[in-house]
Structures are given as C-alpha cells and as structure tokens.
T-cell receptor, first 117, second 108 residues
Framework: SAVISQKPSRDICQRGTSLTIQCQVD?????MFWYRQQPGQSLTLIATANQGSEATYESGFVIDKFPISRPNLTFSTLTVSNMSPEDSSIYLC??????????????FGPGTRLTVT | DAKTTQPPSMDCAEGRAANLPCNHSTISGNEYVYWYRQIHSQGPQYIIH???NNETNEMASLIITEDRKSSTLILPHATLRDTAVYYCIVEYGNKLVFGAGTILRVKS
C-alpha cells in the first residue's frame, strides 16, 4: 500500500491568510484526492487532482478558494485561501491504487489539522 | 450516486465477533462496496472491498447479499483497538462518498 505524508501536520492561522498543505506519496499514482473533515463530521471530497490536468472540484468547492497543484505523480498541494474560522477542519490527502481485477483501493494520509482564529 | 445506510453506533464485547451492517439498496451492478475505518485523530484506513462475492482478508470478512442491496462487515475477534468509526461506501465514478458511518465501541 502507498505511504502518504502531509505537511504541516497541524497549524493555527489567522483569518484572511492562506495556508498551503503538501502531500507526498512514496510511489507514483495517477489519481490524488483532497478531502475535508469538519469537527465531528464525516469526510467531504473537495477535488480530484490528476497530474497534467486541472483539478476537478466537487459541488460547493471552487478553485479560487482551494487552488490545487499536481506537478508530478508523487506530489500535490492544496491551498486554503483567505481563511475564515469556518475553514477550521482536518484536510486529508488520499491516493488511488489500482489492484488486480480492475478495482482499486484508496489510501489516506494522516491529515492536516487546521485551526483558523 | 448510491447511498448507504448504517446504524449510528454499536457496542461489542472484546474477543467477540463484531458484525456491522450496511444497506445500499440503490447500488448499480458494477459498483463496489468499500469499508474503511477511522480511529480518532487519524486518516481513514482501508479495510476491505467487494463486488458480488464474499471477501476475506487479514483484517475482516465482507458478506454481500445475493441481491447486493446490503452487506455486513465482520471483525472476527474484536479488540479494544478496533474501536473506531466504520464507513460503508459505494464507489461512485472512482470517488468515495463518505456517509456518517457507525461508531463501534469495543468494551472489555
């Protein structure tokens, strides 16, 4: 299974600022995903990031607020822009690994815990 | 997209089998059922997935009904470390849509 690391693991930021979260994978993967988990809630998919193309955002998420980069097959970044306290969440990176038979498994990073004051 | 229904919480005695049910009555014929769990303050952990047949790995067994409208995740000998939120997910266009999950509490 893929090993995923995220930086920073946690941060406390002031409103109006931006934070860039890094996701590093130990193997080349085609599809990477960014999720948000608000306090006490389940995970919500923000966007899908494929190398060499624009990220695809889910309903309710826009590129201006959550710009994503995917420069190569092992790395991606998510920026949370112009932050407000409502952006306080855990942000998780995940990757897709194709397994025998055409199905896939998705592995998650440890998450970045963001608090906006 | 297929949605899933799970009980909000369950208790299980340590050493006993934990059977976690999931309903997915609107699942399509080529959609897989996935199970993940999330232990407090950690990223979700993949457990198992299946399409039609029952599946077993070192962590758990997955029993899918013949009509595929429901499934059960079985942890054969639950330990205190299995206390977590368990998510039953039906794949939707290569995406995993998480529901609320089941909080499993394993008690000694």
């Amino acid at each position: 299974s893929a090993v995923i690391s995220q930086k920073p693991s946690r941060d406390i930021c002031q409103r109006g600022t931006s934070l860039t979260i890094q996701c590093q994978v130990d193997s080349q993967v085609t599809m990477m995903f960014w999720y948000r988990q608000q306090p006490g809630q389940s995970l919500t998919l923000i966007a899908t990031a494929n190398q060499g193309s624009e990220a695809t955002y889910e309903s309710g998420f826009v590129i201006d607020k959550f710009p994503i980069s995917r420069p190569n097959l092992t790395f991606s970044t998510l920026t949370v822009s112009n932050m407000s306290p409502e952006d306080s969440s855990i942000y998780l990176c995940s990757v897709e690994d194709i397994v025998t038979g055409g199905s896939y498994e998705q592995y998650f990073g440890p998450g970045t815990r963001l608090t906006v004051t | 997209d297929a949605k899933t229904t799970q009980p909000p919480s369950m208790d299980c005695a340590e050493g006993r089998a934990a059977n976690l049910p999931c309903n997915h009555s609107t699942i399509s014929g080529n959609e897989y059922v996935y199970w993940y769990r999330q232990i407090h303050s950690q990223g979700p952990q993949y457990i198992i997935h299946g399409l039609k047949n029952n599946e077993t790995n070192e962590m758990a067994s997955l029993i899918i009904t013949e009509d595929r409208k429901s499934s059960t995740l079985i942890l054969p000998h639950a330990t205190l470390r299995d206390t977590a939120v368990y998510y039953c997910i039906v794949e939707y266009g290569n995406k995993l849509v998480f529901g609320a999950g089941t909080i499993l509490r394993v008690k000694s």
